[in-house]
């Protein structure tokens, strides 16, 4: 059996992250994190670009812009949504998390979901480099995973 799996190494590869200013003090961190994910592994400075955009959910569009303009072989979507007391959180989860798998799909580039989802503030800070680690990281990994193993699959 074949089986095909993404390396780790980012040289020569061009990437978009896309992050969300509403909640910035997490977002920041987790855009910190998937930029040191991608130079540890290859990646040069000026083969990053970034966009901020308003909150999680304007993450999609912009994404899937910047998939479709063919200059980058990943994008890697960043921010926080934090519950607060009315539904407007599973609205804004849920339509962000769609639409960048559908982003994904319609250009046929990786798109990487980095958006943390949590109930409290602590949470997101946990997950933007305390206790659980920087979920940035763990997306910019993923992008140079799958933009190898993209090129694996032919």
């Known amino acids: 059996?074949?089986?095909?799996?993404?390396?780790?190494?980012?040289?020569?590869?061009?990437?978009?992250?896309?992050?969300?200013?509403?909640?910035?003090?997490?977002s920041t961190k987790l855009m910190e994190g998937a930029k040191d994910a991608l130079l540890r592994h290859g990646a040069q400075e000026e083969q990053l670009e970034m966009a901020w955009v308003p909150g999680a959910f304007?993450?999609?569009?912009?994404?899937?812009?910047?998939?479709a303009s063919g200059r980058f072989n990943a994008v890697i979507c960043l921010g926080a949504i934090i519950r607060g007391n009315t539904p407007h959180f599973n609205f804004v989860a849920s339509e962000a998390a769609k639409g960048v798998a559908q982003a994904a799909l319609e250009t046929g580039v990786p798109i990487i979901y980095g958006i943390v989802t949590t109930d409290t503030l602590e949470q997101a800070i946990e997950r933007a480099g305390t206790k659980s680690g920087n979920k940035g990281f763990a997306a910019g990994l993923a992008a140079i995973e799958m933009v190898n193993l993209y090129g694996e699959i032919k």
């Open 1 to 26: 059996m074949k089986i095909y799996e993404g390396k780790l190494i980012s040289e020569g590869k061009k990437y978009f992250l896309v992050v969300s200013r509403f909640n910035e003090f997490i």
């Open 58 to 67: 304007e993450i999609p569009y912009i994404a899937k812009k910047a998939a």
